[in-house]
């Protein structure tokens, strides 16, 4: 079990989900981790620190003093301490704290200072489920990487019944499984991946370019990485802080380098993802010296830049697995789909423009992938890294791999 000897800090705040507490700490005891509760102060209306201290064999904390000596519970420490910091349940009101810095009480501090992962475990009635203001404050918790264990349907206290149940204990244990456990099953494969904008020069000093940060890029690369792969990087110029040396990287600026890096590595690869945003046009002849101001308007002739993915996939041999991305402003699926057979791709990731939470420069993303055989899945809006083990996971699916 992956969990054995994982330190757990355990939040729990103010609602009815609270007595699911109890049963959560006792799987996860069960289960091996080490688990020290924090209790918001509101929670304390709904469950007793005496009964979660009993199941987690530790002393419960929910105020920054100890006691009368002014000995203080030292959430930097506590926060320090956890391989893992899960609220469950996490009501709207401490949802709110956190994705504002609110800091009244030492589970809010224990957030704030806490460097480990945080998984968040919703409950609340359905209509304050779907109120703009917790979709926006969960939205922005993602955005921070903290992972949303989504409520799930049901009854729920109020007597209503819809979307708004912390999730079920058992559920979130089988999360906490597979977060920690790491999986190798691209152990021995060699992964080429493009990222990154391109930048084509104008003149020594202009260039045209997009608005690609390479988040999602080395999301993947980062996943394959932790996943056994070797992983190749051709990248345009991004301005994210990376530790090259994990991977074998090089930097490009143009389509063409980009071109000629890949195309050098392409058939030493057992796969390629093609997530760079490759610009389709290049000037045709850039300027060698700075362009002046002189007249009033300036034409720029463009030449098409070499097709990566287009000439790549015209020399994939069978056992190798392409991947490509599409950006679509409009018919979205049936653009995503035609790519897949025009670039002889094996899948295509469709990043919608028109969805939140989706796109260039954003820590989030909402992908739809579709599969040469014609099957297709949709994640929900989740960080990039999410996104990134759910490709992974598909690429496992596709006939080549299997
Ligand atoms: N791509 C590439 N080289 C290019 C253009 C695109 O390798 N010169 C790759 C991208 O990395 C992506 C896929 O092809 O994986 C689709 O890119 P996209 O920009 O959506 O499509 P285009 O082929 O450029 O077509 P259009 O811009 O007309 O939609």
Redesign the pocket.
Known sequence: MSLKGKRIILGVTGSIAAYKAAHLTRLLIKSGAEVQIVMSTSALDFITPLTLSTLSKRPVLHQFQKDETGEWNNHVELGLWGDLFLVAPASANTLAKFAHGLCDNLLTATYLSARCPVMLAPAMDLDMYQHPAVRENLKKLQSFGNHILDAESGELASGLSGQGRMMEPEHIIERLDAFFSPKRDFLGKKVLI?MGP?QEAIDPVRFISNHSSGKMGLSLANAFKERGAEVYVVSGPIALSVDQGQFHWINVRS?QE??DA?SSLHSKMDLC????????YAPAEPATEKIKKSEDELTIHLK?????????GKIKKPHQLH??????TENEVQ??QS?LE??N?DL??LNSMKESGAGFQVDTNRVHIFHRNGTSVSSTTAPKEEIANLILDEIKKAPVWV
């Open positions: 493009t391109t389509a980009m071109f890949a993802v093609f997530a760079a945003a490759v610009a389709d098409k830049n070499v097709d990566i993915a287009f000439s790549l991947v490509g991305f599409a950006l679509e653009n995503a790519k025009k670039k791709l295509v990731v």
